[in-house]
């Protein structure tokens, strides 16, 4: 049986004033940042290996909490991606969301 929603993901073009708006305006707390370089030895993942190599500053996501153990993830807009056209994961916005 699920107890609560653990969060819900979206990708966008605005990471930056999305970041700004939840942590300064709201005063919501970033967990979780995650950088490509944390992907440096996960040879098992190689496009993610790539991107770490290739820039391994980049923000791959980030976790901002609504409320403990609840938060809404952001990922930066990735190279190739569209508005809403198709139900893939190639998309902006909504992505998923999981429950615990």
């Known amino acids: 049986m699920f107890s609560s929603l653990m969060h819900v993901a979206f990708y966008t073009e605005h990471f930056d004033e999305m970041m700004d708006?939840?942590?300064?305006?709201?005063?919501?707390?970033v967990k979780v940042l995650t950088r490509?370089?944390?992907y440096?030895?996960?040879?098992?993942?190689?496009?993610m290996q790539k991107a770490a190599l290739e820039n391994p500053d980049r923000i791959f996501n980030a976790y901002i909490e609504l409320a403990p153990?609840?938060?809404i993830e952001l990922f930066p807009e990735?190279?190739?991606q569209v508005?809403?056209?198709a139900p893939d994961g190639s998309?902006?916005?909504y992505a998923h969301f999981a429950l615990t």
């Open 78 to 80: 990735r190279k190739g």
């Open 91 to 93: 998309e902006f916005g």
């Open 83 to 85: 508005r809403h056209e």
């Open 69 to 71: 153990g609840q938060f």
């Open 21 to 29: 708006f939840y942590t300064n305006k709201l005063g919501l707390p």
């Open 40 to 47: 440096r030895d996960s040879s098992d993942r190689p496009a």
């Open 36 to 38: 490509f370089s944390s």
